[in-house]
């Protein structure tokens, strides 16, 4: 178990595809940098795999300080009983105060299994991070410099903030896109650590024979326009009259868990608390009552136009524009405006 009263630095488990560090693990350096500055300490990010020879590179110009890197043809792929072991060996080398993972599929299979066998808590689903105290209640103790792990609870109807402030190394999964992706700077200088990784074959408990890699074929994340539909579109027809829009604007359609549900278009449209975050320079949110689970996923856009029968809709709290009408008008006369403009 790492020592809770020693300074160790705030660490990054790093996802990465071929030669491409995963955009979740360079979001998350850009945070652990905040953190690190924050407390004093260096950041530290962990990459696995079998061919990572020149990803400390990009880490490091991305706020990193020390690249470990863990390099074993028995890492090629992903595996949570081989992945978890070598994390868990290196963490107790190192003793890192805190390590954030991505709440990919990956980051919530292997954080649950280091956690365990390191002793720690963990906090899923994180959309914040912080550095604050806590005075225990029972002992009177008040402890400085800790994460303060914000995260939607209760289906998201609260948002509750988690510490963890006796058992380390502090734990959180990451939900992709809610930090900021930090500024490239190839001047930064860091250092490479190269870790021997102690594995044998036992340690693998699946065989992987083949692998089948899949594209994204929206990419809602990286889009400036998003257009965005819920279950007031009614069917999956009148959706088309959102992708009109989106391509009159050069942009993407996103939707709501209703919208997904309902069958008006497939999942990985979805925006929210259990879909993707966005952050687009514009979101139009049409037939979308603004439910929190929904807000938490694009309230970080720059400019939000919301289209809604109902004047009291809680979109409408934070779009900057307010369009209370029925989206199969509005939405013509958009489509039509930007025509005439262009
Ligand atoms: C654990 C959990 C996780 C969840 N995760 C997510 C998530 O990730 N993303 C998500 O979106 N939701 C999520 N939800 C669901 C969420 O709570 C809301 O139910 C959902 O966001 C509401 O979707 P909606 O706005 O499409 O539908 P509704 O709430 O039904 O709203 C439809 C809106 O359309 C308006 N409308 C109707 N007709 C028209 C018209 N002709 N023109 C204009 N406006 C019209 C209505 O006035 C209404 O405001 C989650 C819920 C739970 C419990």
Not at 20 to 29: A, N, P, Q
Not at 106 to 114: F, K, M
Not at 297 to 323: C, E, L, Q, R
Request: negative net charge; contains cysteine; charged residues 25%.
């Amino acid at each position: 178990m790492v020592d809770v009263n020693k300074k160790g630095d705030v660490w990054v488990f790093v996802e990465s595809l071929g030669s491409k560090v995963e955009d979740t693990s360079l979001e998350l350096v850009g945070k652990a940098r905040e953190l690190a500055d924050e407390l004093g300490v260096q950041v530290g990010a962990v990459v696995l795999g079998s061919e990572i020879a020149g990803l400390d590179e990009r880490l490091i110009c991305c706020g990193g300080d020390k690249v470990y890197m863990c390099q074993d043809p028995l890492l090629a792929h992903y595996q949570v009983s081989s992945y978890s072991k070598v994390l868990c060996d290196i963490a107790n080398e190192y003793n890192p105060s805190i390590i954030l993972f991505g709440a990919t599929s990956v980051g919530r299979d292997l954080a649950p299994r280091v956690a365990a066998r390191l002793g720690a808590g963990l906090s899923a689903d994180c959309t914040d991070l912080q550095i604050g105290s806590h005075k225990d209640s029972v002992t009177g103790k008040t402890y400085d410099d800790i994460l303060l792990q914000i995260c939607p609870a209760f289906g998201g109807n609260v948002i509750a903030t988690i510490i963890n402030f006796d058992k380390w190394p502090q734990m959180a999964t990451v939900r992709e896109g809610v930090m900021k992706m930090p500024e490239l700077d190839r001047n930064r200088k860091g250092e490479t650590i190269k870790h021997t990784v102690n594995l044998s074959k036992e340690d693998l408990v699946v065989e992987i024979l083949d692998e089948l890699v899949t594209e994204k074929t929206v990419d809602l994340k990286g889009s400036d326009v998003v257009v965005a539909g819920g279950a007031g579109i009614g069917s999956k027809e009148n959706f088309k009259l959102l992708w009109d829009l989106a391509n009159a604007l050069g942009g993407v359609v996103g939707a709501t868990r209703p919208a997904v549900d309902l069958g008006y278009i497939s999942e990985e449209h979805m925006i929210g608390a259990t879909g993707v975050t966005v952050r687009p320079s514009l979101y139009i949110a049409a037939g979308i009552s603004g439910a929190l689970q929904h807000q938490t996923g694009m309230w970080d856009s720059k400019k939000i136009i919301a289209i809604n029968t109902d004047p009291d809709a809680a979109i409408f709290d934070v779009a900057h524009y307010k369009i209370v009408g029925d989206f199969n008008e509005v939405i013509p006369m958009m489509i039509k405006a930007i025509k005439a403009k262009c």
